[in-house]
DNA sequence: ACCCCGATCGTA
DNA sequence: ACGATCGGGGTT
């Protein structure tokens, strides 16, 4: 319609797709693409973190400095470090005040023929960090999600790597794209 | 001011 | 299956 906004187009992903119960948005992700600075991908897993009963959340224990970005609108960046040298990626979910987010932990680069499998890795490879964090992704030239596949398989299993929680099966993998 | 540990990764 | 690694979050 307008040339202000001219990257954004029915296919973007915007505010009200995010605005939804987390684990929906965690398997809706799933065959989505993912754009970084020019760098697109196709989401492959996620993982679902929400709410105050949720104890493998970083909001758990309540709003901090640092998962304060969780507590915000739905559809922003929380980026945060982990042991010490990893970034992993969130993108908020639901309503203000309502902590939740989505952890983007697969990505695979069809251009590029890469996989990137880890929360880790795949911020490394795009050169994502805390100064990506509390980034609105809506209407944002540089990093910014659009629909490709809206039904995709996937297997829901645990989530990785943490120690209370196991028994929600929040991690979202799905068939792997070529 | 500081201690402890983690939403990981890479190699066995 | 497991050890390396270390910045900084959360609490003192």
């Known amino acids: 319609m307008t040339n202000q906004v001219y990257f ?15 684990v929906r948005v965690a398997q809706s992700l799933l065959g989505q693409y993912l754009h ?15 709410g105050f009963d949720d104890p493998a959340s ?5 709003r901090t400095p640092r998962n ?8 922003y ?7 010490g040298m990893y970034h ?9 005040d309502f902590p939740a987010a989505v952890l983007i932990r697969g990505l695979f680069l069809r251009d590029e023929k890469i996989h990137l499998d880890g929360p880790g890795k795949l ?7 805390r100064q990506e964090n509390n980034q609105n992704l809506i209407n944002n030239p540089h990093f910014y999600l659009t629909r490709h596949i ?14 209370q929680g196991r028994e929600k099966l929040w991690r979202f993998v799905s068939k792997s794209f070529n």
């Open 58 to 62: 970083h909001a758990y224990r309540g």
């Open 68 to 75: 304060e970005v969780m507590f915000g609108p739905a559809g």
């Open 77 to 83: 960046s929380y980026v945060y470090l982990i042991y």
């Open 36 to 50: 970084y600075k020019g760098i697109v991908g196709i989401i492959t897993e996620t993982e679902a973190y929400c």
């Open 8 to 22: 954004y187009d029915q296919h973007t992903l915007a505010h009200d797709f995010f605005e939804q119960p987390t």
């Open 123 to 129: 911020c490394r490879y795009l050169n994502i960090t």
């Open 88 to 96: 992993c990626l969130n993108i908020v979910t639901e309503g203000v």
């Open 150 to 163: 809206t039904e995709v398989e996937f297997q829901a299993t645990p989530r990785i790597g943490i120690k």
